[in-house]
């Protein structure tokens, strides 16, 4: 059974600085990997898409990685602000089925 | 439409009601899914819809729980008599195609139950 972890729970940074956001699974046979951001009380924006035969993907300030073999994915985000202040989620997409396996999210609070 | 639309945003009901949250896809999205995320915790698969394939109802909790999906678009949630627990905010979601596509979320029903 596919189990998604996300490390930290929690995190409060200073503006400015760059941070990384931990997410690992524990079977590989994933079709992709999405990590999206939710607002409080919101729904969830998805931010990036990895298919599993990717190594990467960016857009903007934030960068996603992919390690299938390893079961890890890492979102960096460059030169946080506080409207970066949010939950992320990464959820894994599987090759035997279409469901999304969710993480618990890591709430982001950047200080101004 | 621009996105993925639920309705009510918020609703409250009595215990023992039933009750209807409403999903409106992203056109020519043939995927959609519904997930459950209670306070505090991640987020739950419900169901999911694929074209004209049989809805796949594995996270549905109880058989109070059932979806619709009339015409591959508009999908209906629907709880009947209402428990506490059912408390929890319900996303929908679609997608263009199979698992290895981009899913969007909608906004999500806040669904209380008193």
């Known amino acids: 059974k596919q189990e998604v972890t996300q490390i930290p729970a929690a995190l409060s940074v200073p503006e400015g600085e760059n941070l990384v956001l931990n997410c690992s699974f524990t079977?590989?046979?994933?079709?992709?990997l999405q990590w999206f951001r939710q607002d409080p009380g919101k729904g969830l924006t998805s931010l990036l898409l990895?298919?599993?035969?990717?190594r990467e993907q960016t857009s903007g300030r934030l960068n996603a990685s992919l390690d299938k073999s390893s079961g890890r994915s890492t979102l960096y985000i460059a030169a946080s602000q506080p409207g970066d202040s949010a939950t992320y989620l990464c959820?894994?997409?599987?090759?035997?089925?279409?469901?999304?396996?969710f993480g618990s999210g890591t709430r982001l609070l950047v200080r101004p | 439409g621009a996105g993925v639309s639920q309705s009510p945003s918020n609703k409250v009901t009595e215990k023992g009601k039933d009750v209807e949250l409403r999903c409106d896809p992203i056109?020519?999205?043939?995927?959609l899914y519904w997930y459950r995320q209670s306070l505090g915790q991640g987020l739950e698969f419900l169901i999911y819809?694929?074209?004209?394939?049989?809805?796949?109802k594995s996270g549905l909790p109880s058989d109070r729980f059932s979806a619709e999906r009339t015409g591959g678009s508009v999908s209906t949630l629907t709880i009947q008599r209402t428990q506490q627990e059912d408390s929890a905010v319900y996303l929908c979601?679609?997608?263009?195609?199979?698992?290895?596509?981009?899913?969007?979320f909608g906004q999500g029903t806040r669904l209380t139950v008193v």
């Open positions: 979601a679609s997608s263009s195609g199979w698992g290895d596509t981009e899913a969007f």
């Open positions: 990895i298919q599993s035969s990717q």
């Open positions: 079977d590989s046979a994933i079709y992709n």
């Open positions: 056109s020519g999205h043939t995927a």
């Open positions: 819809f694929q074209g004209n394939s049989a809805p796949d």
């Open positions: 959820a894994v997409g599987m090759d035997s089925s279409y469901k999304l396996i």
